[in-house]
């Protein structure tokens, strides 16, 4: 799988939109774009996924450039609760055999 | 309820001394995987199994041993441990058959101190 790049950090302010950037310069056609998040020391959470187009869920917006080579994860409306690390990995998606690297991640805080 | 569950959650032990991490999913999920979380290194993957009796090693596989008899459990073993496998371990399934998402889904986690 190809290998992602994040900040290590970042702050926001609550009630504004959280955009935690992820290049994956690397990436193959087949490959997605996963994020997960990690709150304090409790099991990663999925947060979404997409392939080249833009997805929206409940929890979050995923922007993907044309060219792949990048993402932006959007937290429209961070509350404090959204403080934890990140995580922005590829893979590809069925059953041929991969190892998934989670990295660092980008430890986001959301302040008062 | 779907979940990983993860036995024990808390474990002090000495060097040396074998132990088993167990883990099990109750969604008949194919590949099931187990990670390690130190402070400033991230989530590193030990070993992932892509079904029953098929196992591979992940990035840091050195002193662990994993089975996989049954596609529920995927149990992980620490023959002789050591105070660098202090950590805190983390468990995952995900479903491989057709429509699956990649979500992986994460166990609470196991913290093992060894003295």
């Known amino acids: 799988d190809a290998k992602t790049t994040q900040p290590p950090s970042m702050d926001c302010a609550e009630g504004r939109a959280a955009n935690l950037p992820c290049n994956h310069s690397?990436?193959?056609?087949?490959?997605?774009v996963y994020w997960y998040r990690q709150i304090h020391s409790q099991g990663p959470q999925y947060i979404i996924h997409?392939?080249?187009n833009n997805e929206t869920n409940e929890m979050a917006s995923l922007i993907i450039t044309e060219d792949r080579k990048s993402s932006t994860l959007i937290l429209p409306h961070a509350t404090l609760r959204d403080t934890a690390v990140y995580y922005c990995i590829v893979r590809v998606l069925g059953n041929s055999g991969y190892a998934l690297n989670f990295g660092k991640g980008t430890s986001l805080l959301v302040t008062p | 309820e779907a979940q990983v569950t993860q036995n024990p959650r808390y474990l002090i032990t000495v060097t040396g001394k074998k132990l088993t991490v167990t883990c099990s999913q109750n969604?008949?999920?194919?590949?099931m995987s187990w990670y390690r979380q130190d402070p400033g290194l991230g989530l590193r993957q030990i070993y992932y199994s892509m079904n029953v009796e098929v196992t591979d090693k992940g990035d840091v596989p050195e002193g662990y041993k994993v089975s996989r008899k049954e596609k529920r459990n995927f149990p992980l073993i620490l023959e002789s441990p050591s105070p660098n496998q202090t950590s805190l371990y983390f468990c995952?399934?995900?479903?491989?058959?057709?429509?699956?998402?990649?979500?992986?889904?994460f166990g609470e986690g196991s913290r093992l101190t060894v003295l």
């Open positions: 995952a399934s995900t479903p491989l058959a057709g429509g699956a998402t990649g979500e992986l889904f």
């Open positions: 969604m008949n999920h194919e590949y």
């Open positions: 690397t990436i193959s056609g087949n490959e997605y």
């Open positions: 997409g392939l080249k």
